[in-house]
């Protein structure tokens, strides 16, 4: 089978090769599924230069958090899931952009059935991601004010939809007039030019100078600290993602604003198993699968009642992984970024 191997910590373009692979076979709890389509995940990115350092493979290995495919062999336990078309996120994260992947049962849902195949991969991370902090974390109600950044991306778009589904007041940061205009139609009722003016003016303009309720953080760094600034009193700072660069997760934070700004600053991290296992082994808390069978629900209702939808920006070949995943870097993306074979 093919499968995109990063080589060497470089650009996409530079990293990555397409190799010829043996099919893994699958073990205890997991499935091997035939990739049909995966999106372009920021996350790779940061895996193509080894900078990502949730996991950290030696080289060479196959790149790919996320695929949507069938499942052609099932490891012990994993039987019941033969034949089916599923959403997954792959075993140690790796191989999705290949032509078979494994993953493990935590980690995949059945792909809804009226959604097509393209659809169903562009699903998984930006509203697992997204409902997971508006709602499992960040207890969004109607009526909040909500600051979504990176609004257009994969995470942020779907966020701007749940927001607005949940029946906020969606305020949007993002870069240039397309995709202010693309988190409009989404809904938000206000979207800024980050790149272009101060955020933190805006948001208390549109709030009366009280702030808003809930943040969504897909960015990191500046923006992490400015938008400290723009919390209302008990509000939620959902720190969710680091596109602005991956090295600000190990800046040590300011207490100060977090203090003098009587708000919560709350973590998300979207992985779902054995929760106990996992805090004993990595000391880290990740949700019960019970919480992604209880999100994937909600989503469904809420995909099948059309109140939110998956947003295609662009669709390519999965030969041209290294320029999906460079256009992702360029900034120059709305919504997802589709590969299929
Ligand atoms: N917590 C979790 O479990 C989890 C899971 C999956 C993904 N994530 C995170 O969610 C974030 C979004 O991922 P995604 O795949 O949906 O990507 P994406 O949002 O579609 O693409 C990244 C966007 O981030 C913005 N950005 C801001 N500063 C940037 C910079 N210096 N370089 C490049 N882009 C920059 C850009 O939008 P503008 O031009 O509009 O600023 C860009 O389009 C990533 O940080 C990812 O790591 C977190």
Not at 250 to 268: A, K, Q, S, W
Request: aromatic fraction near 8%; charged fraction near 20%.
């Amino acid at each position: 089978m093919k499968s995109w191997q990063v080589v060497r910590y470089a650009r996409p373009s530079e990293a990555l090769e397409l190799v010829e692979l043996p099919s893994p076979e699958p073990g205890p709890s997991e499935v091997r599924l035939r990739v049909l389509a995966a999106p372009a995940n920021f996350n790779d990115v940061d895996g193509c230069y080894g900078r990502y350092a949730t996991v950290h493979p030696p080289l060479p290995y196959s790149l790919g958090m996320e695929a949507m495919g069938v499942v052609e062999a099932a490891g012990p336990g994993a039987e019941s899931w033969l034949g089916k078309r599923i959403i997954a996120t792959t075993a140690q994260v790796q191989g999705a952009y290949s032509e078979e992947a494994l993953a493990p049962m935590d980690m995949i849902f059945a792909a809804p059935e009226f959604l097509s195949d393209e659809q169903a991969a562009a699903i998984f991370f930006p509203f697992h991601v997204a409902y997971v902090a508006l709602h499992v974390r960040g207890a969004l109600q109607a009526g909040d004010t909500l600051l979504v950044h990176a609004g257009a991306g994969g995470v942020g778009s779907a966020g701007v939809q749940l927001g607005v589904a949940a029946g906020a007041r969606v305020f949007a940061t993002a870069g240039g007039p397309k995709k202010l205009a693309f988190c409009r139609e989404l809904g938000a009722e206000l979207a800024i030019d980050y790149r272009a003016e101060d955020f933190l003016p805006a948001v208390l303009e549109a709030t009366a100078g009280r702030g808003v309720d809930v943040i969504l953080d897909l960015v990191g760094g500046d923006v992490t600290e400015q938008g400290f600034r723009a919390m209302a009193f008990n509000g939620r700072y959902l720190q969710a993602g680091f596109s602005g660069g991956i090295e600000t997760e190990d800046t040590g934070l300011i207490p100060r604003p977090i203090v003098f700004g009587n708000f919560n600053y709350m973590g998300v991290m979207l992985a779902y198993g054995d929760a106990l296992a996992t805090k004993r082994a990595a000391h880290i808390n990740i949700m019960p699968r019970e919480v992604g069978v209880q999100v994937q629900e909600s989503l469904n209702t809420l995909f099948a009642e059309k109140r939110i939808r998956p947003l295609i920006g662009e669709r390519m070949p999965m030969e041209e992984l290294p320029a999906a995943l460079e256009l992702l870097e360029s900034r120059n993306t709305m919504g997802r970024v589709i590969l299929s074979w």
